[in-house]
Nanobody
Framework: QVQLVESGGGLVQAGDSLRLSCAASGRPFGTLSMGWFRQAPGKEREFVAAITWTGTFTYFSDSAKGRFTISRDNAKTLVYLQMNSLKPEDTAVYYC???????????????????WGQGTQVTVSS
């Protein structure tokens, strides 16, 4: 079983930056591909970014592209989501997710992830 714990959320103003962290445990981190998703009130959970187990490949939603970066530190079993130029529409609960590194499913599909964190709230004021 994999445990994921997110941190780093908070209340910021539009244009500010935040870095979210996700600590993973319970399984060798190098066997996991990681993703970040978010869910705003009244909306479905949506893909934000993903990173392969080596960190070689990263993927972003259109809304995140150019503003967010995803990275991982396999030695520390951490994955990060650096969010710059935040907008009010980025307000949501952000979730860290993990799946087997061999999973060939689309990285932006929620159902391809087996493990989820509890989420961290990000609120961006205008």
């Amino acid at each position: 079983q994999v445990q994921l714990v997110e941190s780093g959320g908070g209340l910021v103003q539009a244009g500010d930056s935040l870095r979210l962290s996700c600590a993973a445990s319970g399984r060798p981190f190098g066997t996991l591909s990681m993703g970040w998703f978010r869910q705003a009130p009244g909306k479905e959970r949506e893909f934000v970014a993903a990173i392969t187990w080596t960190g070689t490949f990263t993927y972003f939603s259109d809304s995140a592209k150019g503003r967010f970066t995803i990275s991982r530190d396999n030695a520390k079993t951490l994955v990060y989501l650096q969010m710059n130029s935040l907008k009010p529409e980025d307000t949501a609960v952000y979730y860290c997710a993990a799946r087997d590194a061999g999973n060939s499913g689309r990285s932006y599909v929620t159902g391809t992830y087996d493990y989820w964190g509890q989420g961290t709230q990000v609120t961006v004021s205008s």
